[in-house]
């Protein structure tokens, strides 16, 4: 079992940065690949980034190529997402989740409660 709690998120200028983190409990929070998903209202989810469990493997949706990067440090059992010259479309509810499958990831077995990130224009 993996509890997954996500942080950082707010209100924020276009143009401008947020870092939000996800921290998880569990001690196999290094063999777990992780990613981060939005919604925005409505419209369906969406993935915008992932990580493998090693970190040599990421993917990014092409909306958020060159702005935002997803390290993970797995010794604070803890993800994040870098998002750089944010948008106001980037405006949604964030979700980080777990997989325990291998890379790809081909579905997600654990989801925080999301974070709102809201940009202004």
């Known amino acids: 079992q993996v509890q997954l709690v996500e942080s950082g998120g707010g209100l924020v200028q276009a143009g401008g940065s947020l870092r939000l983190s996800c921290a998880a409990s569990?001690?196999?929070?290094?063999?777990?690949?992780m990613g981060w998903f939005r919604q925005a209202p409505g419209k369906e989810r969406e993935v915008v980034a992932a990580i493998s469990w090693s970190g040599g493997n990421t993917y990014y949706a092409d909306s958020v190529k060159g702005r935002f990067t997803i390290p993970r440090d797995n010794a604070k059992n803890t993800v994040y997402l870098q998002m750089n010259s944010l948008k106001p479309e980037d405006t949604a509810v964030y979700y980080c989740a777990a997989a325990g499958s291998s890379w790809p990831v081909e579905g997600y077995d654990y989801w925080g409660q999301g974070t709102q990130v809201t940009v202004s224009s």
């Open positions: 569990g001690r196999t929070f290094s063999s777990y690949a």
